[in-house]
């Protein structure tokens, strides 16, 4: 009886978790995992690097058609590294634009997730800007290189494991 009120427990606390994005991603059967809600109700949603693109697409179709922000982070030290899309989708007489937050979590080891340019040109600079800062590559990027660090620079600088050089060189200052 109790193992029966867990896995109703469970199953209760999931449908809490899925929003309109995640069931209609679960009715394409595309694989995902919901993370909830934030603090503004966006539903947040996790998908593997492999599941990025088809996902992507999808949620393109379905309207999302405004990648708003693509930004990473590290996760631990010597822990996973993630890439974070803000997707909004903007109709002519929208008063409250639908928006999801997709969450990819790649090891730092072998970080490279498909690039969403092809889909949103809006993430041009901004995986651009998350490989600069934490050495992700996107896979399919047109002009994936470094954005804000020199180009010889070594490390990626906002890495929690990254180790600080003693010696900067100043460059172009005058």
Request: hydrophobic letters at 40%; glycine letters at 6%; one cysteine or more.
């Amino acid at each position: 009886m109790a193992q029966l009120e867990n896995n109703s427990t469970l199953l209760v606390r999931e449908n809490e978790l899925k929003g309109l994005v995640s069931n209609w991603l679960i009715e394409m059967k595309l694989m995902h995992r919901p993370l909830g809600f934030d603090y503004q109700g966006v539903e947040t949603l996790e998908v593997k690097a492999q599941n990025l693109t088809s996902v992507a697409i999808a949620l393109y179709a379905y309207g999302f058609n405004y990648l708003r922000s693509q930004c990473a982070y590290d996760v631990s030290p010597g822990g996973d590294l993630a890439s974070v899309y803000h997707l909004t989708k903007v109709d002519d007489n929208a008063d409250q634009p639908q928006e999801v937050c997709i969450k990819v979590f790649v090891p730092r080891t072998k970080p490279i997730i498909p690039s969403v340019f092809w889909i949103w040109k809006t993430a041009d600079f901004q995986e651009r800007e998350s490989y600069d800062m934490f050495g992700i590559y996107y896979e399919g990027h047109p002009h994936l290189k470094r954005i804000l660090m020199p180009e010889h620079w070594i490390g990626w600088p906002l890495r929690k494991d990254y180790i600080t050089p003693d010696f900067y060189e100043l460059q172009d200052a005058y």
